[in-house]
């Protein structure tokens, strides 16, 4: 409730504010360029801090008949205003350090001031100030609540800076760019807001009064290069100064600096009076500068970001919310008359794609399905078979769509007997993958009439290939002919390259059905670490297979595929002779390669999970200490890596190798129980910056992290989640 709340209100606040943030923004970048093209100007000096008062003083009183002022503004440019020998005023930029007129101020360009007052008022003078400041304060608002939500999404404060997950363009830009540009659109809001409340007086200006002593003694007159004040003080801290207009003793130096203002004698340069501004005025001076960008070339780059980034806010955000006014359900039959209930658990709509897909394939095979979101679970009259999809969201909480639906499970009751089964999807690089899935399992459990039909099956990032897997399963047990329709295969091509076999050993000369297959690429050059995806699309029904990359010796590729009897894929790679040549992709995967500062790794891995180490190992040329835990059914599983990995362990890449052989033995030992007997050595390696990373079978990854989280728990006294917010775990299960 708390979430929806929130994010109504992030989009309510956007929805109302929209055309007045629109033209802010639209200004805001036009007026972004003024500061950048006024520091190019040949008026700008960027020595002031070099120059003192005493200097630039003298060299203007001896250069000019009477002096009025000198003012730096905003851009540094320096003006002075003097009476020449005919006693005509002139105002003109000077050369602070030798007085050089520069030329006389022009007007400010006609684009600027047009996109000036349109950013202020409106051009409707109070009533639009009054509208601006309002969007200043919205758009503040909808920054504030924007931090909850990606606080939400990235399962708390301590998960702010923690990797995204790349999903979908837009809500994975929105909260990049979210938590890049968040700061300084933060102070564009709120100091458009005091800018705003000033202009109105509801915050007062502040009144400077000055307690004049006009005592003189004429024997301690002094030159103004003499004067203590004007040699300490930077023309860089200075706004104005203002010369007396007499030689009379109570005829001051007014010095406006940044912070104070201050009457200086002028006959002997003593401080007559000082009065150091309110923090309101300083707040009022540096709120102006950093709304306008006035401060620097760099801050004002980063409005004009800030400013862009703001437009793209707009559009990503009203996007992704129509995208789950794109997820509304609609279904041909009524739910009593269905024999196919498909439930929905989904934050941003994502989930809703992959059961559309199903629920369709269903009404074409002539079944009647209905389709609904978890907080719309009911009686069924009819259902025989409950399909649920959902994701996890935050730190493995229900989605928004899905909070009812445990309470709701205690209301509604099933009158007859009904299988399930429930597919989580999620990221491997949040803590909690796939959390409320496992929870909605346990929860239909405990249900009188419910059957489970198979153990949760989880699905990473999206992946078609995963669902397709969890389809082929589902299916079969259905006896139905249910294909991935078109909608779902349909995806961007990647470029493709040719490769070329140079080793395979064949699965048939292999304990379970393995084998390891040796590709090189036969033109060109294809940039690739161990840990990245090599993808392969079937020619047959275009579906990906992706097989994790091990990078053996120059631009070789090294993959460990398990042989399935309908496996289309592995059958045909099983089957490629050296010389062969096979069309394939590179799919960069970023978050599981080899890190570069570990000095100790641990590499988990059952089965072919293991094809990526043997790269590692070989990119790794002594510069960490891998420990590799392996697990496997026999000792002759191992045969297939043992040579490579005997290999490495002499070459000193690899520092330790355990297996865990779950039948070699009566009772059954699997990697999770080799983990607990190194738990001791796993925790120091953590605790000293170490990384852990797990590769293989979803289902051996949970068993893996279940123990991890115990060994940090008895070791470190913290979760495992603790470390993997600082990627100190590294995961890519299937």
């Given amino acids: 409730m708390t979430l929806s709340v929130w994010r109504y209100s992030h989009l309510v606040l956007a929805v109302s504010s929209s055309i007045f943030i629109l033209l802010a923004s639209i200004t805001g970048i036009i007026l972004a360029f003024e500061p950048i093209s006024n520091r190019v100007q040949p008026y700008t000096t960027n020595n002031l801090n070099e120059i003192t008062v005493a200097e630039i003083a003298t060299t203007l009183r001896e250069n000019y008949t009477e002096i009025i002022s000198l003012e730096i503004d905003k851009n540094d440019w320096v003006t002075a205003s003097i009476i020449d020998g005919e006693g005509n005023n002139e105002i003109f930029y000077i050369n602070p350090k030798t007085g050089e007129n520069l030329g006389k101020p022009t007007e400010t360009n006609s684009i600027f001031q047009f996109a000036t007052n349109l950013h202020r008022s409106l051009f409707l003078k109070s009533i639009g100030r009054f509208f601006i400041g309002l969007t200043s304060l919205l758009l503040f608002l909808i920054s504030i609540t924007g931090i909850f939500l990606i606080f939400k999404k990235q399962g708390g404060f301590r998960g702010f ?59 301690s007159l002094l030159t103004l290069s003499q004067f203590e004040i004007f040699n300490n003080t930077k023309l860089s801290d200075v706004r104005k100064i203002e010369f007396p207009f007499a030689e009379f003793p109570d005829s001051y130096f007014l010095l406006q600096l940044k912070n104070k203002e201050v009457l200086v004698n002028q006959f002997n340069g003593t401080i007559v009076s000082e009065f150091n501004y309110p923090f309101t005025a300083l707040i009022s001076y540096y709120s102006l500068i950093l709304h306008t960008g006035q401060a620097s070339i760099l801050w004002s780059i980063i409005l004009l970001l800030a400013c862009i980034g703001i437009l793209f806010f707009m559009y990503s955000g009203f996007s992704i919310a129509l995208q789950r006014r794109k997820s509304r359900i609609k279904n041909r039959f009524k739910k009593d008359a269905c024999e196919y209930v498909i439930l929905i658990g989904s934050e941003n709509g994502n989930t809703f794609h992959f059961a559309n897909a199903l629920h369709s394939e269903l009404i074409r095979l002539g079944k009647k399905s209905f389709l609904a979101e978890l907080n719309s679970y009911k009686s069924y009259k009819n259902m025989q078979q409950l399909v649920v999809m959902t994701a996890t969201y935050g730190k493995g909480e229900a989605p928004t769509n899905a909070k009812k639906f445990n309470a709701l499970l205690q209301t509604h009751q099933q009158g007859k007997p009904f299988d399930y089964s429930v597919v989580g999807f999620g990221s491997l690089a949040y803590p909690d993958f796939c959390q409320f899935a496992y929870d909605v399992d346990d929860m239909l459990q405990q249900h009188a009439n419910s059957n489970r039909l198979d153990n949760v099956f989880t699905i990473n990032n999206q992946s078609l290939e995963s669902f397709n897997q969890w389809l082929l399963q589902w299916k079969d047990k259905e006896n139905l002919d249910i294909r991935l ?16 076999v140079t080793k395979n050993t064949k699965a048939d000369e292999q304990s379970d059905n393995t084998f390891l297959i040796q590709l090189k690429v036969t033109l060109g050059k294809v940039r690739f670490k161990s840990g990245d995806l090599l993808s392969i699309v079937s020619d047959k029904d275009h579906r990906e297979r992706l097989y994790s990359i091990g990078k053996s010796d120059g631009n070789t590729i090294l993959i460990s595929v398990k042989l399935h009897d309908k496996g289309y894929i592995s059958n045909r790679l099983n089957n490629l002779n050296i010389g062969d040549k096979i069309e394939c992709s590179i799919v960069k995967n970023k978050g599981f390669r080899l890190p570069k500062k570990a000095k100790n790794v641990v590499l988990i891995a059952t089965g072919t999970g293991i094809g990526p180490y043997l790269g590692m190992m070989h990119e790794n040329n002594k510069k960490s200490d891998l420990h590799l835990y392996w697990g496997g059914r026999k000792k002759e599983s191992f045969n297939l890596y043992k040579k490579e990995i005997d290999a490495q362990l002499e070459k000193g ?35 000293n910056k170490g990384v852990v990373m797990i590769c293989g079978s979803v289902v051996m990854q949970k068993e893996v992290t279940n123990m991890l989280d115990e060994i940090c728990k008895k070791y470190l006294k913290k979760s495992l989640s603790y470390y993997q917010n600082k990627s100190a775990v590294l995961m890519d299960c299937y």
């Fill in 485 to 500: 329709p078109s909608t779902v295969i349909n995806k961007k091509k990647r470029k493709t390259y040719t490769f070329e």
């Fill in 161 to 219: 800076f923690r990797p995204i997950v790349k999903e979908k363009f837009n809500p994975y830009y929105h909260t990049l760019f979210g938590r890049w540009l968040l700061i300084p659109i933060l102070i564009i809001t709120i100091s458009g807001v005091y800018l705003s409340l000033e202009q109105f007086a509801i915050i007062p200006k502040s009144k400077i009064v000055h307690q004049e002593d006009t005592l003189f003694a004429e024997e």
């Fill in 653 to 687: 890449n690899l520092v330790s190798l355990r297996l865990a052989l779950s039948q070699e033995q009566k009772e059954k030992l699997y990697i999770q129980h080799v983990l607990k007997e190194d738990g001791e050595k796993i925790s120091e390696i953590l605790k």
